[in-house]
């Protein structure tokens, strides 16, 4: 028994050990014209998306961006498609290169225009078995009695001759496609599913309204989503009430999207009562190429990354050539 002055201690050598970062993979596609927004984007969400978390950029492009002193930035080749190449193969480009995400422990796509403007918390993480995705600002009402948003009346693709054709659309949330992110295996199983609809359109000549949002679209149909506020994709310039966090920046600042996306002019014609196909002759050739042919008008001609057309609008001059040891990866 311990007298009333004495105290009873133990030595107990407390070893602290370091709590291990949870590691995000941030996929970003910036080929052509769209390495513009790579410095902005990565200096924003460096500071406010997902504070406490280690951050890796795997970075899509043609032309290798500048790492801006990180040992976390990888450049990953990726040739720049004809629109809309870009965006209904994202699938595609993030499965190719699947085994380097082994080590993430969530993977989020965002837009190459985006600027996290406030802080961005673990709250908008999905739970296992689920994808996150902001509600379409656009669309989107909050019920005043129950706080619950919905965004129904959304572009949905009714093409039923379409993998992504939505039945009964007018009554079914529609979310962004500029966000989206989960677990690394569920964000995985996503794209596996999204990139098969993709090539079952294909094969039908079919492209799908909204592109790789419509496919995420369908996905979301018959999968758990967790519907984000339209403040984590916020319209650059827009009023609309809410609290913006993370924001699309206006292309039209930068030229347009059709010169952003160096759009090549196909003709279409219809092919069903809901579907066209591109007819363009040429298309083959645009596509072997990757010649750009449209863009910004100047008095004489068009200007853009590395071609530009004469007086007669031939296309002349090359694109700009980068050695595959100028990417980590580059299969």
């Known amino acids: 028994m311990l007298d009333d002055d004495q105290t009873n201690v133990i030595d107990v050598e407390v070893i602290e050990q370091p709590l291990t970062q949870k590691k995000v993979g941030i996929l970003y596609i910036c080929t052509g014209k769209y390495s513009v927004f790579w410095g902005r984007f990565y200096k924003s969400f460096e500071k406010n998306f997902l504070p406490g978390y280690e951050k890796h950029y795997f970075v899509f492009t043609d032309k290798p961006v ?17 629109w809309p190449g870009p965006t209904l193969s994202r699938f595609d480009m993030f499965l190719r290169v699947q085994d380097s995400f082994a080590d993430m422990d969530y993977l989020f796509f965002l837009n190459s225009n985006l600027v996290c403007a406030k802080e961005v918390t673990d709250v908008i993480l999905p739970d296992e078995g689920q994808i996150c995705a902001p509600l379409h ?13 919905s965004a129904i009346g959304g572009p949905h693709d009714t093409n039923p001759e379409s993998s992504a054709y939505i039945p009964n659309a007018g009554s079914v949330d529609y979310i962004m496609g500029g966000v989206n992110g989960g677990h690394t295996k569920d ?27 419509s496919h995420l679209n369908r996905y979301a149909l018959a999968h758990p989503v967790k519907k984000l506020s339209p403040k984590y994709l916020y319209p650059e310039g827009w009023d609309i009430p809410f609290d913006a966090h993370i924001i699309c920046l206006d292309k039209e600042a930068y030229g347009g999207h059709s010169y952003m996306r160096s759009v090549v002019p196909f003709a279409y014609e219809k092919c069903s009562q809901y579907a066209y196909r591109y007819t363009n002759n040429d298309m083959h050739h645009y596509l072997e190429s990757k010649a750009i042919v449209t863009a910004r008008q100047s008095t004489t001609r068009r200007v853009y990354d590395g071609y530009h057309t004469n007086a007669n609008g031939d296309v002349v001059g090359n694109p700009p050539f980068y050695h595959k040891k100028d990417f980590e990866l580059s299969r």
Request: net charge negative.
């Open 137 to 149: 600002a656009q669309f989107c009402r909050v019920d005043e009695t129950s706080g619950v948003m």
């Open 66 to 82: 500048d790492k801006l002193g990180s040992d976390r930035v990888k450049n990953i080749y990726q040739k720049n498609l004809p």
């Open 187 to 213: 964000y995985l199983d996503m794209c596996r599913e999204c990139s098969h609809n993709v090539s079952i359109d294909a094969e039908r000549g079919v492209v799908a309204l909204r592109h790789d949002e």
